[in-house]
């Protein structure tokens, strides 16, 4: 017995194992092990078993549970190639390979993850970062190979083949995207109405840091910027509170950062990787933080010597908006001596007398323009190509010019009743309240009315709308403007921020209408007759709208303002070249950085020449700053260059801008 | 005790008329937890024990690098009052000590030596607790410390394969993705202004 007590089966028997005899004839509650395979490790087993056992291809295993973090799967059309799931990864498991063979499309970029299995800890943080959810995980946790190549496997929106259930999910508390765009500050519409100030206040330095810190450095957003800025890398400066060094990178692409960063079209957000689920980040308005943050002396960092005359050779430029202004900006970095004309009294062109100055005041304006005056572009202002000087002047006596004269005339309907003075084109108007705005102008000299209907669905609409809302309010103490448009709510071509704000300050709206007639008595407007519009553009795509004569209305108005688009006035062009410039509805025809064919010295830019918005007139300028090097520089007599003037050649041609593609609206 | 009492109040009151609680939280009517001070742990899992929280469901461990903190979190359960109390005591994290419960929850010995393997944490009273479980050979830092490197012990473990490039469609001519990172090289050369 006392053998006994220290064994651990103390009453063992040599027939104790008898008793699982009993189980002989009883139903297994286990699965036989041989069937239990995927299709993969059931057809391996099959090719290398001398017994085919046609039963094991039917075998499948068993269901994993619910939120099983299994092998990925990954949707390539949902997908866009971000890279966050490859940044994210602690083991450095993933990596994103180029795939040439996806379409080229905004807002995606042609490279896919793979993800090496031999260091896989399925820890699902990819999932829980993925930009689209197009990452996730299945329930398949079966997978066998004898080559180790095996194990680098390419997530699809199936596995291995096949469609899988879905395995890990991530749910509100595990997305590791804050989605919730940091809340811009607004001037309240009863108080903003009443005077030109600006309405968007900019972020604070810890609301841009905190803005900043939602990007996800995918860089998708940078293709389609027309200018193609550094975005990622600036946005990264705001957050590391590198101002200096936001400030140099943003001006690698864009000299004029301070009205970009307030007026910009911004498709980089239309793009951007987090509007795939949740709001964009606040790409333009992080600009202007950078911009608004910058002390005047921290300009003289941007260049580390001083711009000089370092290739002997001139350039005029005609107009002073977005495009000259970045062309004057790059010929004279690149060491040209650069002279801008300017018909106004104030250089900026649509950003001086276009846009409003409740979007962009001028100091902001200023800001751009002095830095650009600083480097020694010399703006003579008040001086008019085509009567101060003429274009075969500017030909003697310089060895290029660069037009960027853009679109400053009002389009206007034809119509009955449309050549009544009180209907006023969007370009009339708009300067005159600007120079209302500045106090160059009284309010007695305004020709406005008490009540308005603005025709037009763009932006440029709104802006007489809302500069009309302030006159008004100004002069009558009450306002009353209505917005109609041919384009119905869902293809207006506004900017959501004009639909918002332009409804916050009572502007009223009555869209999908085509105006008719301008009703006038007494030789007074009283009105605008509209046909309710069935269709903008025909099936082909072509503008053509259809109104249904039936529904007709009369919107009741003591002035009508048109902003149904701007045109080109080229009164400058003498008669012996008007034959030698083609001009195809309005824009005159030019190879891709801007050179008109036959004329090599004679360069375009901006709405003249490509269109339609600020950004893209600053692609223009730096493309034309390109190509009038190309031209000068090999047959200019050079000053001897500095190791840094050579460095910074380089980057402005490595920086030109390429078209860029427009990003549909999510 | 009466019957209009809900377990999580039973609970509750156990707990709270026996040992100091530091902090408590209800996260529904299944599941609630308290901090309690380090040297009560024992005390009052012995005296959930007897009140029938007799299944010991888990024990593990938070890393708290900031407060030089672990967080031993003990989830015991009652199958009559069906509530999962966690008991949740921080402890020192450079000399990570704690005795062990084995004599109050036999079953508990296997969760100490996972915990002993992920976090380092040292548990005297289990003749076990040293031995490895589930990582072999492991001679890095417990990998669940918060100061434990993925990517660093996965490059000096697993070298990088070098891996046919099956999955790459490369396009003709120039790369548009090279052209980015060229792109991102020179913007990164810009920066160094004020930090």
């Given at each position: ?412 309907l034809?119509i009955?009743?449309a ?34 209907v603005?025709v ?28 109609t448009?041919l ?26 209408f085509g105006p008719q007639e301008i ?9 605008l007759k509209v046909w309710?519009c ?21 919107f009741?108005?003591?002035?009508v303002?048109l902003?149904i ?102 | ?195």
């Open positions: 017995m006392k053998d006994n007590e220290n064994k651990r089966y103390k009453h063992a028997s040599i027939f104790g194992p008898m008793r699982h005899f009993k189980y002989i004839f009883k139903k297994p509650v286990t699965h036989p092990f041989k069937i239990i395979f995927t299709r993969k490790n059931a057809s391996y087993l099959n090719d290398n078993a001398i017994i085919k056992n046609k039963k094991r291809l039917d075998s499948a295993p068993r269901t994993a549970p619910d939120n099983l973090r299994g092998f990925h799967t990954n949707d390539w059309e949902v997908c866009i190639g971000c890279g966050t799931c490859a940044d994210i990864c602690p083991t450095d498991a993933i990596r994103m390979v180029e795939r040439a063979d996806l379409k080229d499309e905004a807002g995606k970029l042609q490279q896919r993850p793979v993800i090496d299995y031999g260091r896989c800890c399925f820890c699902a943080l990819c999932v829980d970062t993925c930009t689209t959810e197009s990452l996730k995980m299945s329930k398949e946790y079966i997978y066998a190979s004898t080559d180790p190549d095996q194990f680098l496997l390419m997530p699809e929106k199936t596995w291995q083949g096949e469609k899988v259930e879905q395995g890990y999910v991530k749910t509100e508390e595990s997305d590791l995207l804050d989605l919730k765009r940091i809340p811009m500050e607004h001037i309240e519409p009863d108080e903003r109405k009443k005077s030109f100030i600006e309405v968007v206040r900019g972020y604070s330095k810890e609301y841009a840091r905190q803005e900043a810190a939602r990007c996800v450095e995918c860089g998708i957003c940078t293709s389609s910027c027309p200018v193609q800025m550094h975005i990622p890398d600036y946005i990264k400066a705001i957050w590391e509170d590198d101002i200096e060094g936001g400030l140099r990178q943003i001006y690698e692409t864009n000299p004029l950062p301070g009205v970009c960063g307030r007026v910009c079209t911004h498709n980089c957000e239309t793009a951007c990787a987090i509007a795939v689920r949740g709001e964009a980040i606040a790409i333009r308005w992080l600009k202007r933080y950078i911009i608004d943050s910058a002390p005047d002396d921290m300009y003289d960092k941007i260049f580390a010597e001083p711009v000089t005359e370092v290739i002997d050779a001139k350039i005029a430029i005609a107009g002073s908006g977005p495009s000259s202004l970045s062309a004057a900006y790059y010929l004279r970095a690149l060491g040209y001596t650069v002279d801008v004309f300017e018909e106004k009294d104030r250089p900026g062109g649509v950003a001086s007398y276009g846009a409003p100055q409740y979007r962009i005041p001028d100091y902001a304006v200023e800001k751009d323009i002095n830095f650009i005056k600083k480097i020694g572009v010399n703006i003579k202002t008040n001086t008019r190509v085509g009567t101060d000087i003429t274009l075969d002047e500017l030909q003697k006596k310089y060895d290029a010019v660069f037009l960027g004269t853009g679109f400053f005339k009002a389009r206007m034809n009955p009743g050549d009544h003075k009180d209907v006023i084109g969007a370009m009339d108007f708009l300067p005159l309240a600007r120079d209302l705005a500045r106090g160059h102008l009284k309010l007695d000299e305004m020709n406005v009315l008490p009540s308005a603005v037009g669905g763009g932006d440029v609409a709104f802006d007489v709308a809302r500069n009309l809302t302030r006159i008004q309010i100004m002069k009558y103490g009450k306002a009353n403007v209505l917005l448009s384009e119905s709510r869902d293809i207006l071509p506004a900017s959501l921020d004009e639909f918002v704000e332009g409804g916050e300050e009572a502007v009223k709206m009555e869209l999908g009703m006038i008595k007494n030789g007074k407007v009283k009105g309710k069935l269709s903008v553009f025909d099936e082909a795509g072509r503008f053509n709208p259809k109104f249904d004569e039936t529904q007709e209305q009369v009741e108005a003591d002035q303002y902003s688009g701007q045109a080109p006035d080229y009164d400058y062009i003498p008669e012996s070249m008007k034959d030698k410039v083609i001009i195809e509805r309005g824009k005159i025809k030019a190879n891709e950085v801007g050179q008109v064919a036959g004329q090599e010295w004679l360069f375009v830019g901006g709405d003249i020449f490509r269109g339609p918005d600020i950004i893209t007139g600053v692609a223009d300028g730096h493309r034309a700053a390109q190509g009038i090097d190309e031209f000068l520089y090999k047959k200019s007599k050079k000053k001897e260059q500095s190791e840094y003037y050579k460095e910074l050649r380089e980057a402005i041609h490595f920086n030109t801008p390429v078209l860029a593609m427009k990003p549909k609206r999510k | 005790m009466t019957n209009s009492m809900t377990n999580v109040e039973f609970v509750q009151n156990l707990v709270k008329s026996n040992v100091n609680v530091l902090q408590e939280h209800i996260t529904d009517q299944y599941q609630v937890h308290f901090v309690v001070e380090q040297d009560q742990v024992h005390y009052i899992l012995n005296i959930l024990k007897n009140a029938g929280w007799i299944q010991m469901s888990y024990l593990s461990a938070i890393d708290w690098p900031e407060e030089n903190k672990f967080e031993l979190v003990y989830i015991v359960f009652n199958w009559e009052k069906p509530v999962y109390v966690q008991i949740r005591t921080k402890i020192d994290r450079e000399n990570p000590v704690m005795n062990s419960i084995l004599p109050i929850y036999p079953g508990s010995k296997y969760y100490e030596r996972e915990c002993h393997e992920f976090f380092g944490v040292k548990f005297p009273g289990n003749p076990d607790y040293e031995k490895q479980l589930i990582l072999e050979n492991w001679d890095d830092i417990p990998p669940m410390r918060k100061d434990f490197d993925p990517e660093a012990y996965s490059k000096r473990k697993f070298p990088q394969r070098e891996y046919s490039e099956t999955y790459i469609v490369q396009s003709e001519g120039k790369s548009k993705l090279a052209k980015m990172e060229a792109r991102k090289q020179r913007a990164e050369s810009l920066r160094g202004g004020k930090k």
